[in-house]
């Protein structure tokens, strides 16, 4: 690769990377704050998912990635991916009490403890 396509390369990768590192400071704050829901949930024996909040999410999602011109169904995959995690986390949370694997849990990568 010549030096014009590495220079260019360079500058369009710095803004890629910022983008990166906003997105997993994001993606952090959720995470956060789902846990609270997860502890929230098991304290009121509520449950990890709830399939109605997460159709309107999907529509809202849908919705402001048209008017962004963003492939909505992109956005849902991106979304229900994400969602999938944390009820993943709350069922955790509910099982257990903790978010943390156990060491044994994380030597052999499982995640259900089994
Ligand atoms: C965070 C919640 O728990 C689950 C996860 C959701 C999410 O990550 O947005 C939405 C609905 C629930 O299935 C919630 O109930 O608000």
Same mark, same amino acid.
């Given at each position: 690769? +010549?030096?014009?396509? @590495?220079?260019? &390369? @360079?500058? $369009?990768?710095? =803004?890629?990377?910022?983008? +990166?590192?906003? /997105?997993?400071? /994001? #993606?952090?704050? @959720? *995470?956060?704050?789902?846990?609270?829901?997860?502890? $929230?949930?098991? %304290?009121?024996? /509520? !449950?990890?998912? +709830? !399939?109605?909040? %997460?159709?309107?999410?999907?529509?809202? &999602?849908?919705? #402001?990635? @048209?008017?962004?011109? &963003?492939? !909505?169904?992109?956005?849902?995959? *991106? #979304?229900? *991916?994400?969602?999938?995690?944390?009820?993943?986390?709350?069922?955790?949370?509910?099982?257990?009490?903790? /978010?943390?694997?156990?060491?044994?849990?994380? $030597?052999?990568?499982?995640? +259900?403890? =089994?």
């Amino acid at each position: 690769m +010549d030096d014009t396509h @590495r220079q260019k &390369l @360079r500058e $369009y990768r710095e =803004s890629i990377d910022n983008i +990166d590192a906003a /997105l997993v400071f /994001l #993606l952090a704050e @959720r *995470f956060k704050i789902t846990k609270k829901v997860g502890f $929230y949930k098991k %304290e009121h024996d /509520l !449950p990890p998912a +709830d !399939p109605s909040r %997460e159709g309107e999410q999907i529509e809202r &999602l849908r919705t #402001l990635a @048209r008017s962004a011109n &963003l492939d !909505p169904a992109f956005s849902e995959k *991106f #979304l229900q *991916f994400i969602i999938r995690e944390v009820i993943r986390h709350h069922e955790r949370i509910r099982e257990s009490g903790s /978010l943390e694997q156990s060491p044994a849990d994380e $030597y052999t990568g499982k995640e +259900d403890g =089994s």
